[in-house]
């Protein structure tokens, strides 16, 4: 059997005495897309930031590709090949593209040139190219969107976490987005995909964790939420 790319068992996650996360349990398989949804406050970007090692956290396991990075650095976790595109994007407003990637760069471990580096992504994304002289905070949301994945992409990641990538986008933007998630995934990356655009999240995943004040309210393949709407009204409070 192949090794997943995440596996989470029994994770707790806390802010001081408030405890969030209460004993999830799910797995991110190898090129596929998990979408974790839920609505505002359910617990997506603690979990996030409990996998990257940014949330105090106790788990039974965190595993990527079958090794542990439970109690690691989030610097180590990002050298071991998890990407992360936070929520609200998190560029550097005051420094230009070109540096906006670079201070991220990395080389994959084999120290060749394969996988994502600068020409890679001005190569996929033209319009990041003709603005790298730009500051990052004078670009569109989308644009600063398309940064913000591209800076993720520079770490050569096996897993991404992306949260919530679609909020505050006009529609032609997310719909650009949807396309670079499902490159992504055409290029074998593993993702995790936090969204609260249920149509995004419906039409980009595989499987789904939907969460409810902490705890996992339901999980299974897509098509259990897709072909229910009774259930997306439940869980989600949209159709
Ligand atoms: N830094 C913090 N300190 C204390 N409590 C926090 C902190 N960040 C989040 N919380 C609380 O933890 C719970 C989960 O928040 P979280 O941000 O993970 O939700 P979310 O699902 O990402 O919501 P949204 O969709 O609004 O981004 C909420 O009750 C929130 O108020
Ligand atoms: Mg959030």
Redesign the pocket.
């Known amino acids: 059997m192949d090794t997943d790319a995440l596996t989470i068992s029994g994770l707790n996650a806390f802010?001081?005495e408030?405890h969030?996360l209460h004993d999830l349990s799910f797995n991110v398989k190898k090129g596929q897309v998990l979408g974790l949804l839920?609505?505002?406050?359910?617990?997506?970007?603690?979990?996030i930031g409990a996998i990257m090692g940014l949330v105090k956290a106790k788990a039974t396991r965190i595993d990527l590709f079958g090794q542990s990075i439970a109690g690691l650095s989030p610097e180590a976790i990002s050298l071991k090949g998890v990407g992360l595109v936070p929520?609200g994007r998190r560029i550097f407003p005051s420094l230009t593209v070109f540096e906006n990637l670079t201070v991220a760069a990395r080389r994959g471990k084999t120290g060749d040139n394969s996988g994502w580096g600068l020409e890679q992504v001005y190569a996929t994304f033209p319009r990041l190219s003709e603005r790298q002289r730009q500051l990052a905070g004078s670009l569109s949301g989308g644009e600063q969107q398309m940064l913000a994945i591209c800076r993720a992409l520079m770490i050569n990641p096996r897993v991404i976490l992306f949260d919530?990538p679609s909020e505050g986008l006009a529609p032609q933007i997310v719909a650009e987005v949807a396309t670079v998630l499902k490159q992504l995934r055409s290029s074998g990356l593993s993702i995790i995909l936090?969204e609260?655009n249920i149509k995004l999240a419906l039409d980009i995943a595989d499987e789904v964790v939907v969460?409810n004040t902490?705890y996992v309210a339901h999980a299974g393949g897509v098509d259990s939420l897709r072909s229910n709407d009774r259930l997306v009204e439940q869980l989600l409070g949209v159709y």
Request: hydrophobic content about 20%.
């Open positions: 802010y001081g408030s969030v839920g609505r505002n406050g359910a617990g997506k970007t603690t979990c929520q919530e936090v609260q969460l902490g």
